[in-house]
């Protein structure tokens, strides 16, 4: 089946300083990436869709500038996250899909900021 | 206002009796997905419903969309501590690609 692989699965790092996260499908072609946010026993909450080789459409109340979405190729897409903040610390979960029947989520990452 | 009202919240049962988790909303979905995660780890599909009345079945889970397709139900028939987790119900409507996430029930299966 459809795997998509993200990396890395836990990062910590300084306040101030940036962290990117990876998010490749291995063994398809993603026309569409979403990146999500999730809280200790929350939902998942949409950040921001990327399609290759457009701007990333980002949902509100989501910092686009703070969040910097790259979607080089039809198989990555990374999401940068620029003078994180103790705030910033979550688990960030990424998906893929080629249609919107069929969708693929990367392990997550464990993102801490200290 | 989350799109999809998932419920309950919260479930804890003894190892053997069923459960329902709810899901339901006033928007139209082309299709809705049911997601089990652990923690630490990315939702894992567990099934995808597309038509209106739809009933699946896999092993001891059973689920339905409503013929409206606008809610749909997971039933688990005789839980096993192993189905503890976050259940996640996610809806895609045809005009995007994007998938609304219900809020999540979380189950405990006790042993």
């Known amino acids: 089946g459809a795997v998509v692989s993200q990396h890395p699965s836990w990062v910590i790092c300084k306040s101030g300083t940036s962290v990117k996260i990876e998010c490749r499908s291995l063994?398809?072609?993603?026309?569409?990436m979403f990146w999500y946010r999730q809280f200790p026993k929350q939902s998942l909450m949409l950040m921001a869709t990327?399609?290759?080789?457009?701007?990333?459409?980002?949902e509100q109340g989501v910092e686009k500038d703070k969040f910097l979405i790259n979607h080089a190729s039809l198989t990555l897409s990374t999401l940068t996250v620029t003078s994180a903040h103790p705030e910033d610390s979550s688990f960030y979960i990424c998906?893929?899909?080629?249609?919107?029947?069929?969708?693929?989520f990367g392990s997550g990452t464990r993102l801490t900021v200290v | 206002t989350q799109l999809l009202e998932q419920s309950p919240q919260f479930l804890s049962i003894q190892e053997g009796e069923n459960l329902t988790v709810y899901c339901n909303s006033l928007?139209?979905?082309?299709?809705l997905q049911w997601y089990r995660q652990e923690p630490g780890e990315g939702p894992v599909l567990l099934v995808t419903v597309v038509t209106g009345g739809e009933v699946k079945k896999l092993k001891r889970l059973t689920f339905q969309f409503g013929d409206a397709r606008k809610d749909s139900s997971l039933h688990i028939t005789a839980a096993q501590p192993g189905d503890t987790g976050l259940y996640l119900c996610?809806?895609?409507?045809?005009?995007?690609?994007?998938?609304?996430f219900g809020a999540g029930t979380t189950v405990t299966v006790r042993a």
């Open positions: 928007s139209v979905f082309s299709s």
């Open positions: 996610a809806g895609a409507r045809s005009n995007d690609y994007k998938l609304s």
């Open positions: 063994d398809f072609q993603a026309t569409t």
């Open positions: 990327s399609n290759e080789g457009s701007k990333a459409t980002y």
């Open positions: 998906s893929a899909t080629e249609s919107n029947y069929g969708y693929t």
